[in-house]
């Protein structure tokens, strides 16, 4: 497979930074809410386009009835930022979609807009993330900081939610299996499909059968056959060239065919499978071998599309064995119906009798690969069960995050021009917090996270062995003492406009899998657990508690009783 860049497709011209334009051409500076331009236009025309804003962009709740996320679409957050012009034509568009009242001296600002005043601050990507607490920290003139709201939302939103998907899918599966993401074909759109595929392998899967996201990422692919090139053959005689040179190159079988049929006449007669199967399907049998003759060192077959047990096992256990006559070790089967746990047994039970019986190394270890329309539920209830299965696809519930359709990120303003700024509701979930913040994860002596908690920008950072007071933001009730013995700053510069702060760089996504993995791996198992998880402790420290609460007394209207 052709080599990916660290950041995405190759063809693209870097910036003055070194950044990739956005994988997907469609992410420019028009992929917005046309209100991003209204208010940008009144911004300007009020004169207020240039006062420096602070956004906080965040989630309220954990997706799928979790207590955790994770964090992804920051990388093509910064390409979008490192690459955000306006082209003639679209400020021709912009021009013609708002009122003609508006004057030709904004277009002229629109021209001469990018992000080199912007300054991002970011949790990494791949970082195991919590409710209110800012995924990215936005600064910059609030004309520009506005107009990439929608954007912004657009790239964390699904990306953090299809990473989320996949790893609740390989917590529920266990490390030792092999997941491999089978959604192209059922994902929302091309960009959804590239989309899914890259989350998920930051999520912890293995691979994809996504050619493209293979090329545009370097993710392992992975792929064998469909039930139709089983159901395409007649039988073995449409087979014209059956020869197979050796492994080794030492020797060729003239009559492939033969030897197969050879093997399946063996089987028939085994002592430890006698009567377990008959005369099996010839039209399989003939693709198998067409299967294994075409990838002699990656034969794995699809079972099913006849009877499993009495034709595609035994059909594939044939091919098989003639195949380690000449060197070469068949990589395993595909389940895509019928009861998993038990045909994935029965499997086990028949590659291993076929082991003993006939001193095959190994062939007891043949890959089970299971697929049909998998989720979290389902691979639950197969652990449940017991099975055999050493790899699930998972392709519709994973990409299209059945289960919950959105993640509901915001983007909220915090601050303008060093004044702080809070917005209320009635529903206090919807209350931000506000002012320029910093935030750390504080660890406990078991090398878990115990909490998250934001501090005023200014504050003095959590140290090492000092008790620290953590409030809940919200509930007066909710505090506790913490003494972290390891202390985590969250939020690092990965845009600096023109601070002059050191830019982290942008790693390969392979990289960001194993922070992905190392991350989940460090979490207490019951923040992960799939019914009733514990809720991970998200705070504020006590002076800015009482901020908060200062400044939701000082902006909330006083009723007056007639």
Same mark, same amino acid.
């Given at each position: 497979?052709?080599?990916?860049?660290?950041?995405?497709?190759?063809?693209?011209?870097?910036? %003055?930074?070194?950044?990739?334009?956005?994988?997907?051409?469609?992410?420019?500076?028009?992929?917005?809410?046309?209100?991003?331009?209204?208010?940008?236009?009144?911004?300007?025309?009020?004169?207020?386009?240039?006062?420096?804003?602070?956004?906080?962009?965040?989630?309220?709740?954990?997706?799928?009835?979790?207590?955790?996320?994770?964090?992804?679409?920051?990388?093509?957050?910064?390409?979008?930022?490192?690459?955000?012009? +306006?082209?003639?034509?679209?400020?021709?568009?912009?021009?013609?979609?708002?009122?003609?009242?508006?004057?030709?001296?904004?277009?002229?600002?629109?021209?001469?807009?990018?992000?080199?005043?912007?300054?991002?601050?970011?949790?990494?990507?791949?970082?195991?993330?919590?409710?209110?607490?800012?995924?990215?920290?936005?600064?910059?003139?609030?004309?520009?900081?506005?107009?990439?709201?929608?954007?912004?939302?657009?790239?964390?939103?699904?990306?953090?939610?299809?990473?989320?998907?996949?790893?609740?899918?390989?917590?529920?599966?266990?490390?030792?299996?092999?997941?491999?993401?089978?959604?192209?074909?059922?994902?929302?759109?091309?960009?959804?499909?590239?989309?899914?595929?890259?989350?998920?392998?930051?999520?912890?899967?293995?691979?994809?059968?996504?050619?493209?996201?293979?090329?545009?990422?370097?993710?392992?692919?992975?792929?064998?056959?469909?039930? %139709?090139?089983?159901?395409?053959?007649?039988?073995?005689?449409?087979?014209?060239?059956?020869?197979?040179?050796?492994?080794?190159?030492?020797?060729?079988?003239?009559?492939?065919?033969?030897?197969?049929?050879?093997?399946?006449?063996?089987?028939?007669?085994?002592?430890?499978?006698?009567?377990?199967?008959?005369?099996?399907?010839?039209?399989?049998?003939?693709?198998?071998?067409?299967?294994?003759?075409?990838?002699?060192?990656? +034969?794995?077959?699809?079972?099913?599309?006849?009877?499993?047990?009495?034709?595609?096992?035994?059909?594939?256990?044939?091919?098989?064995?003639?195949?380690?006559?000449?060197?070469?070790?068949?990589?395993?089967?595909?389940?895509?119906?019928?009861?998993?746990?038990?045909?994935?047994?029965?499997?086990?039970?028949?590659?291993? %009798?076929?082991?003993?019986?006939?001193?095959?190394?190994? +062939?007891?270890?043949?890959?089970?690969?299971?697929?049909?329309?998998?989720?979290?539920?389902?691979?639950?209830?197969?652990?449940?069960?017991?099975?055999? &299965?050493?790899?699930?696809?998972?392709?519709?519930?994973?990409?299209?995050?059945?289960?919950?359709?959105?993640?509901?990120?915001?983007?909220?303003?915090?601050?303008?021009?060093?004044?702080?700024?809070?917005?209320?509701?009635?529903?206090?979930?919807?209350?931000?917090?506000?002012?320029?913040?910093?935030?750390?994860?504080?660890?406990?002596?078991?090398?878990?996270?115990?909490?998250?908690?934001?501090?005023?920008?200014?504050?003095?950072?959590?140290?090492?062995?000092?008790?620290?007071?953590?409030?809940?933001?919200?509930?007066?009730?909710?505090?506790?003492?913490? &003494?972290?013995?390891?202390?985590?700053?969250?939020?690092?510069?990965?845009?600096?406009?023109?601070?002059?702060?050191?830019?982290?760089?942008?790693?390969?996504?392979?990289?960001?899998?194993?922070?992905?993995?190392?991350?989940?791996?460090?979490?207490?198992?019951?923040?992960?657990?799939?019914?009733?998880?514990?809720?991970?402790?998200?705070?504020?420290?006590?002076?800015?508690?009482?901020?908060?609460?200062?400044?939701?007394?000082?902006?909330?209207?006083?009723?007056?009783?007639?």
């Amino acid at each position: 497979m052709e080599a990916a860049v660290a950041n995405g497709p190759k063809k693209q011209e870097k910036t %003055a930074g070194g950044i990739d334009g956005p994988t997907n051409p469609m992410v420019t500076p028009l992929l917005t809410d046309l209100y991003q331009f209204t208010m940008a236009y009144a911004y300007w025309k009020a004169g207020k386009h240039t006062e420096r804003a602070v956004f906080d962009l965040y989630f309220r709740k954990n997706p799928f009835g979790g207590e955790f996320t994770v964090f992804a679409g920051l990388e093509e957050c910064i390409k979008l930022i490192a690459n955000f012009r +306006f082209t003639e034509d679209e400020i021709a568009f912009i021009k013609a979609s708002l009122p003609p009242t508006c004057e030709d001296g904004f277009y002229d600002y629109l021209r001469g807009t990018d992000c080199s005043d912007v300054e991002i601050h970011a949790i990494s990507e791949g970082f195991v993330v919590f409710p209110k607490i800012p995924l990215m920290r936005i600064e910059g003139p609030i004309a520009v900081v506005q107009l990439l709201e929608t954007p912004l939302i657009n790239l964390i939103n699904y990306a953090s939610l299809v990473a989320t998907n996949a790893a609740r899918h390989r917590f529920v599966a266990g490390k030792s299996k092999l997941l491999l993401e089978f959604g192209l074909r059922r994902a929302q759109g091309p960009d959804g499909g590239i989309g899914a595929s890259k989350y998920c392998y930051m999520g912890g899967f293995d691979a994809t059968s996504n050619v493209a996201a293979g090329k545009l990422f370097g993710i392992p692919l992975r792929g064998t056959h469909s039930h %139709a090139f089983v159901s395409s053959f007649m039988s073995p005689d449409e087979i014209i060239d059956k020869s197979l040179q050796s492994c080794d190159g030492s020797n060729a079988c003239e009559d492939f065919v033969s030897s197969v049929q050879l093997w399946l006449s063996k089987l028939k007669r085994s002592h430890l499978l006698g009567g377990i199967f008959g005369e099996t399907n010839q039209s399989e049998l003939a693709a198998f071998i067409s299967y294994a003759l075409a990838f002699p060192n990656a +034969f794995l077959a699809l079972v099913d599309t006849y009877d499993v047990m009495r034709s595609g096992i035994p059909n594939f256990c044939a091919v098989a064995l003639a195949l380690n006559d000449f060197g070469y070790k068949a990589v395993g089967i595909r389940l895509d119906s019928g009861d998993l746990a038990y045909l994935s047994s029965e499997t086990r039970k028949f590659f291993q %009798a076929i082991e003993k019986e006939f001193k095959v190394p190994d +062939f007891g270890n043949l890959n089970i690969t299971a697929s049909n329309d998998l989720n979290e539920e389902t691979i639950d209830a197969l652990n449940k069960q017991g099975h055999e &299965v050493d790899a699930f696809g998972i392709g519709t519930h994973l990409v299209t995050c059945y289960a919950q359709p959105a993640l509901g990120v915001v983007f909220k303003l915090v601050e303008i021009n060093n004044q702080p700024r809070i917005k209320l509701s009635e529903d206090v979930s919807k209350v931000s917090i506000p002012c320029k913040k910093r935030c750390y994860r504080l660890y406990g002596k078991e090398g878990y996270p115990l909490v998250d908690i934001m501090t005023g920008e200014n504050e003095p950072p959590p140290k090492v062995g000092e008790r620290i007071l953590c409030r809940h933001p919200f509930n007066e009730s909710k505090r506790a003492y913490v &003494v972290p013995q390891c202390v985590e700053e969250l939020l690092k510069c990965y845009w600096t406009g023109r601070s002059g702060k050191d830019r982290e760089e942008l790693p390969p996504i392979k990289l960001i899998r194993e922070r992905c993995i190392k991350q989940l791996g460090q979490m207490r198992p019951d923040h992960m657990r799939r019914l009733n998880p514990t809720p991970y402790k998200v705070s504020v420290s006590a002076k800015l508690y009482d901020f908060i609460h200062f400044l939701w007394l000082n902006e909330a209207p006083v009723g007056e009783l007639q």
